[in-house]
Antibody, heavy 117, light 112 residues
């Protein structure tokens, strides 16, 4: 069974940093591009970006470019999202998702990041 | 960037009745390599992640009931639930993946 499990969310102060992890199982992680999508509670889905199979290519939404960094460790079957200089507007549930051929066919359960002092 | 606009924002449908959700893109979603439209639909229930329903505008994901269907071409697409069931109450999102990847704002489906 395909599983994606996010971790690392929580309450963070403005200006701080945080790294989310997405542990993958049930499929050959190293052969799939992966996405990040975020959702402010009660609001819609926003695509954050994606990363290719070996981590050499990343694409970010304009709204997060420069502060967000995607990486992956295929030996550990884990995807990462590093967010620096956190702002209140980064408060959201962050989902990792497996890329099929552009669409997202499997989603994690999400990790809530709350930025507040 | 491509802008995705769903309509309506919400709709109330009686059990067993048809629900129709529209999604309009600001540019054609035709993927020239396979002549298909790069449009997916997802269902999201409260407290849960999205679930893939439809891809390539009309291909139903494995395990999705056949009351869900997708149609459309060019810039105009539709998700139809032919006979609404109680478990279909959710928010539905369209998603283009021919460009940089953009979601519609969502359509909430409720029971009348």
């Amino acid at each position: 069974e395909v599983q994606l499990v996010e971790s690392g969310g929580g309450l963070v102060q403005p200006g701080g940093s945080l790294r989310l992890s997405c542990a993958a199982s049930g499929f050959t992680f190293s052969t799939y591009w992966m996405h990040w999508v975020r959702q402010v509670p009660g609001k819609g889905l926003v695509w954050v970006g994606h990363i290719n199979t070996d981590g050499s290519t990343t694409r970010y939404a304009d709204s997060v470019r420069g502060r967000y960094t995607f990486s992956r460790d295929n030996a550990k079957n884990t995807l990462y999202l590093q967010i620096d200089s956190l702002r209140a507007e980064d408060t959201a549930v962050y989902y990792c998702g497996r890329n099929a051929a552009g669409w997202i066919d499997k989603w994690g359960q999400g990790a809530l990041v709350t930025v507040s002092s | 960037d491509i802008v995705m606009t769903q309509s309506p924002d919400s709709l109330a449908v009686s059990l067993g009745e048809r629900a129709t959700i529209n999604c309009k893109s600001s540019q054609s979603l035709l993927y020239s390599s396979n002549n298909k439209y790069s449009l997916a639909w997802y269902q999201q229930k409260p407290g849960h992640p999205p679930r893939l329903l439809i891809y390539w505008a009309s291909a139903r994901e494995s395990g999705v009931p056949d009351r869900f269907s997708g149609s459309g071409s060019g810039t105009d697409f539709t998700l139809t639930i032919s006979s609404l069931q109680a478990e279909d109450v959710a928010v539905y999102y369209c998603h283009e993946y021919v460009g940089s990847s953009t979601f519609g704002q969502g359509t909430r489906v409720e029971l009348k």
